[in-house]
């Protein structure tokens, strides 16, 4: 079963620069894999065919993420 878990301090300020973030998120779940999930643009870029409209629209609204699995 997947889980989605949003890591966020409880006074809404910033939790550091990534790689701090990530070295310290290693440290408490070794195993854990980051990896960047691609923009809306570049997965639309990515493909030879054409998405219909409602859809290209909502990915041209995606910006591209950072990710891990554990």
Do not use: T
């Not at 989605?4 to 409880?10: C, L, R, T």
């Not at 290693?26 to 643009?41: D, H």
């Amino acid at each position: 079963m997947a889980w989605v878990v949003y890591i966020e301090p409880a006074n809404g300020s910033a939790l550091g620069a990534l790689e701090d973030v990530r070295e310290r998120m290693q440290a408490a779940l070794p195993g854990i894999v980051f990896y960047r999930e691609p923009s809306g643009l570049e997965k639309i870029a990515a493909v030879s065919f054409e998405f219909p409209d409602f859809l290209r629209e909502h990915l041209e609204r995606q910006p591209a993420e950072i990710q891990a699995d554990y």
